[in-house]
């Protein structure tokens, strides 16, 4: 049995959406599948090839992890596989490399149950995750809002407005979700939670009908100053494009900054161009209104 997943990368919060807000990104990785008799072989091309001890070779390899995980809850044994990674989402800068990972292996493991995929493939996602916003963009594609309710955790795809045309800048160094997450505190004040909660209600209407807010609607108290120690370069130039009118928050745990240019700015389909993003990799992806795919072969 032979198969491929194709999986886009993802950006998360979009600034007060904290653990909520995700989008999906046209920067792809693909992972061709042949099943075998036994054991497990995985070739790593492109993002990760040269990071054995990050990328692994073997079972411990993350897809291999959450498709096992997934065969278990859906009552199959895995067979032996070969893996092909062709990786094009930077690993640990903030663009859902995990995520990505993860909703290939339950993809795959949907797959080779011969079952289509259902809800129970996001909570599973978000589960082996611990949240839902990066798996779920890249399970649905588009703009999703999550939550968790029950035990359970849930998404809605919504439509991202025509004329939002993300940036993303990309530096040089990596970044820890769980170490940027350890600076966050267990309370905020309630004047910053109310802020919060009024930017998120204000970003789905942004996102969804009306662009032309997303500077307001991105601003945040909730999460980035508390980890601005963790990159404060990061922080520096999402601090410069928003006091030149341009959205921008950090992308996921960082340290990439999410750009959502609008305007005159997004008519031109670039950054402002006196902005300094040196040593920065900026791409201009645009929204992955799909999600994730299966092909045979």
Do not use: K
Request: aromatic share 6%; with cysteine.
């Amino acid at each position: 049995m032979r198969f491929t997943v194709r999986v886009p990368a993802s950006t998360a919060n979009l600034g007060p959406g904290f653990d909520t807000f995700g989008l999906s990104l046209a920067l792809h990785d693909v992972v061709e599948f042949e099943t075998a008799a036994s054991g497990v072989d995985v070739e790593v091309l492109d993002a990760g090839a040269g990071d054995m001890s990050r990328v692994p070779r073997t079972g411990r390899h993350l897809v291999v992890r959450a498709l096992r995980a997934a065969c278990n809850r859906l009552g199959t044994t895995p067979p032996g596989l070969r893996l092909r990674c062709h990786n094009a989402i930077p690993h640990s800068r903030g663009l859902g490399s995990s995520a990505a990972a993860i909703v290939t292996g339950i993809v795959a493991a949907y797959t080779l149950a011969g079952r289509e995929l259902d809800a129970d493939a996001l909570h599973l996602a978000a589960d082996f995750e611990g949240h839902a916003d990066n798996v779920a963009a890249s399970l649905y594609g588009g703009f999703v809002v999550a939550w968790e309710s029950g035990g359970r955790f849930h998404a809605e795809r919504l439509t991202p407005h025509e004329a939002i045309r993300p940036v993303v800048a990309v530096p040089p160094t990596q970044s820890s979700t769980h170490q940027t997450r350890g600076l966050l505190p267990e309370q905020v004040p309630l004047a910053d939670a109310v802020f919060t909660g009024g930017r998120t209600a204000l970003a789905v209407h942004a996102m969804t009908s009306r662009p032309d807010l997303l500077l307001e609607a991105t601003d945040d108290r909730l999460h980035q100053g508390y980890r601005r120690p963790a990159y404060p370069a990061t922080m520096r130039l999402v601090d410069e494009l928003r006091s030149r009118g341009v959205a921008a928050a950090v992308s996921g745990a960082g340290p990439t900054v999410l750009a959502l240019p609008y305007g005159d700015t997004a008519s031109a389909g670039i950054l402002p161009p006196d902005v300094d993003v040196d040593g920065y990799e900026i791409l201009e992806p645009a929204i992955d209104l799909d999600g994730v795919q299966v092909s045979e072969g």
